[in-house]
């Protein structure tokens, strides 16, 4: 529960809008996430898998293909997701 | 930030190992066999801590809370409440302790315990900081709430002690 919260807010703070913005929040499930690596690797999709962990634990272990933007760091470091306000985000 | 197309991957890491995926590892952290202290156990070493001011003969602090809580650096509309003791409590964001000058503000010597949202990113504090040689540090189990549903002491503190500037 606390790990869906804080992805929320992380979510939250990239929309810059209020909590009923929560609403927007699609779930993917592990077996979409593995299609959806394997349709952006031959191109037909794009999209930026989040790692909103801290760098310690990025560095240690991460799922490929993933940058690591810490939720700490999303007010602050938001430049790292590009300036394209309408592609695809996936956080974990 | 008006970022319009956010999904979440709620299964996480752990889900992700769990079905058998590969990850990557840029620096893999050494393994270590951190322990943890539940709650009341660290009552108990908190009081124990109190009665002596704190400190050993020597004038090393006994016990030392590691407050790892990102919450602290976040705007808040609510205060945050901390573990209620007289001894010393560091502040810091995990990865605050990759920066030389915080980690040379933890002590080697007596207890340190990190304390984290639910007991989850203790181990990753206890092995990171075992790369550099300490190995006076243990974690909470279940971490501030399992502190707070004991209904264990709490403050809120008019400012915090980060361990980075």
Same mark, same amino acid.
């Given at each position: 529960?606390?790990?869906?919260?804080?992805?929320?807010?992380?979510?939250?703070?990239?929309?810059?809008?209020?909590?009923?913005?929560?609403?927007?929040?699609?779930?993917?499930?592990?077996?979409?996430?593995?299609?959806?690596?394997?349709?952006?690797?031959?191109?037909?999709?794009?999209?930026?898998?989040?790692?909103?962990?801290?760098?310690?634990?990025?560095?240690?272990?991460?799922?490929?293909?993933?940058?690591?933007?810490?939720?700490?760091?999303?007010?602050?470091?938001?430049?790292?997701?590009?300036?394209?306000?309408?592609?695809?985000?996936?956080?974990? | 930030?008006?970022?319009?197309?956010?999904?979440?991957?709620?299964?996480?890491?752990?889900?992700?190992?769990?079905?058998?995926?590969?990850?990557?590892?840029?620096?893999?952290?050494?393994?270590?066999?951190?322990?943890?202290?539940?709650?009341?156990?660290?009552?108990?070493?908190?009081?124990?801590?109190?009665?002596?001011?704190?400190?050993?003969?020597?004038?090393?602090?006994?016990?030392?809370?590691?407050?790892? $809580?990102?919450?602290?650096?976040?705007?808040?509309?609510?205060?945050?409440?901390?573990?209620?003791?007289?001894?010393?409590?560091?502040?810091?964001?995990?990865?605050?302790?990759?920066?030389?000058?915080? $980690?040379?503000?933890?002590? $080697?010597?007596?207890?340190?315990?990190?304390?984290?949202?639910?007991?989850?990113?203790?181990?990753?504090?206890?092995?990171?900081?075992?790369?550099?040689?300490?190995?006076?540090?243990?974690?909470?189990?279940?971490?501030?709430?399992?502190?707070?549903?004991?209904?264990?002491?709490?403050?809120?503190?008019?400012?915090?002690?980060?361990?980075?500037?």
């Amino acid at each position: 529960m606390e790990k869906y919260i804080l992805l929320s807010m992380t979510c939250i703070c990239l929309l810059g809008t209020s909590v009923a913005a929560m609403e927007r929040f699609d779930i993917v499930t592990t077996h979409e996430l593995q299609q959806m690596l394997e349709k952006r690797s031959q191109g037909d999709i794009d999209f930026l898998l989040v790692n909103t962990l801290d760098e310690i634990i990025f560095r240690h272990s991460a799922i490929p293909g993933s940058i690591n933007l810490p939720w700490s760091q999303v007010s602050t470091n938001a430049a790292a997701l590009g300036a394209d306000k309408n592609k695809m985000i996936v956080t974990y | 930030m008006g970022f319009r197309n956010i999904k979440i991957y709620n299964g996480g890491l752990k889900d992700w190992i769990k079905a058998g995926n590969k990850t990557v590892s840029i620096d893999a952290l050494p393994e270590y066999n951190g322990k943890f202290i539940n709650a009341d156990e660290l009552l108990k070493e908190i009081q124990a801590a109190e009665k002596a001011n704190c400190m050993d003969a020597d004038g090393q602090n006994l016990l030392t809370i590691l407050d790892l $809580r990102t919450e602290h650096f976040l705007p808040t509309e609510h205060p945050i409440p901390d573990i209620h003791t007289a001894c010393p409590t560091l502040h810091s964001l995990l990865d605050d302790l990759i920066q030389p000058d915080a $980690r040379a503000r933890i002590p $080697r010597i007596g207890r340190v315990v990190t304390i984290s949202e639910t007991g989850n990113r203790d181990i990753f504090a206890m092995r990171y900081l075992s790369k550099f040689g300490y190995t006076n540090i243990v974690g909470l189990e279940f971490g501030m709430r399992g502190w707070i549903k004991l209904n264990h002491p709490i403050q809120i503190r008019d400012s915090i002690s980060p361990i980075r500037h």
